[in-house]
């Protein structure tokens, strides 16, 4: 595996239109695409990315576990410095909402809720595995997609998803063995995912196909993002709760206090 940088900037540009005036089409005419905070911290990646419609227009990664706290405030300014913006600018705030690490959806989450209660904006919420299953390095495959979370032990949170985007298996917390996903022998199987490597390792079903690198991201949240805000599927800000699929068990500390 190659090595990963401790974060990873993609800035993109549009060409005439500014931002505030994007913005004041979206808000007051309706005429231009949507404009979206997306926050992705569901794993050990943190990332954080602003899109116009259905394309992500700048973002922001770090590949450093247990630093989502620190970096995600931090990647927002940067990121509305760069297209020269306020918060005033989005029409929604878009939250990967689980399942993943319980910490790091808490910590997205919360700073999610925080803007938009601070700036009047609606919450959309996206399936984590959903958004991997977007991810555009695994997007077109032919055959079944399925993203995989790790859940500790030998236990993954999966889900399956077909060339039509259509879920084939919801979202579930699934302990493997040796002939799991066996149900969809005969065809064409991509795993991919933190989970993935476990899968790997013990795994007999034919046609199967595994990729590595392939982590949950912002840039499989914009199309899902758009689609709902299109449709007003908004999630209540007061009562969100992201889905953990699995009941928190505490461990021991990392670091002696």
């Known amino acids: 595996m190659k090595e990963m940088k401790w974060f990873q900037v993609l800035i993109l540009s549009y060409p005439k239109n500014s931002w505030t ?3 004041s089409k979206s808000k007051k005419t309706g005429m ?5 905070l997306l926050i992705e911290t569901a794993t050990e990646v943190c990332s954080v990315g602003i899109s116009r419609g259905k394309k992500i227009t700048v973002k922001r990664e770090t590949f450093q576990g247990n630093s989502h706290a620190e970096n995600i405030g931090r990647f927002v300014v940067e990121l509305q410095q760069e297209l020269k913006i306020e918060p005033e600018a989005y029409d929604a705030v878009v939250i990967s909402g689980g399942p993943g690490s319980y910490t790091g959806l808490r910590i997205g989450t ?3 809720k925080g803007m938009c209660f601070g700036k009047d904006l609606p919450l959309i919420a996206i399936n984590t595995l959903e958004g991997l299953s977007r991810n555009p390095q695994v997007r077109n495959l032919k055959g079944l997609r399925i993203p995989m979370l790790d859940a500790r032990r030998m236990e993954v949170y999966a889900s399956c998803y077909d060339e039509n985007d259509s879920c084939i298996l919801e979202p579930a917390p699934l302990v493997l063995d040796n002939e799991s996903f066996g149900d969809f ?3 064409e199987l991509h795993f991919f995912g933190n989970g993935m490597p476990k899968f790997r390792e013990i795994s007999k079903v034919r046609n199967a196909k595994f990729y590595d690198e392939v982590n949950p ?3 499989g949240l914009a199309e899902l993002a758009y689609t709902k805000f299109i ?5 209540d800000v007061a009562y969100f709760e992201p889905e953990y699929l699995k009941a928190f068990i505490a461990g021991p500390p990392k670091k002696m206090l």
Do not use: H, L, R, T
């Not at 231009?32 to 979206?36: E, G, L």
């Not at 449709?231 to 999630?235: D, K, L, M, V, Y």
């Open 32 to 36: 231009s695409d949507p404009v979206f």
């Open 21 to 23: 005036e994007m913005k």
């Open 217 to 219: 991201n912002v840039d």
């Open 110 to 112: 919360s700073f999610a």
């Open 231 to 235: 449709a007003g599927e908004f999630a």
């Open 185 to 187: 022998d005969g065809k």
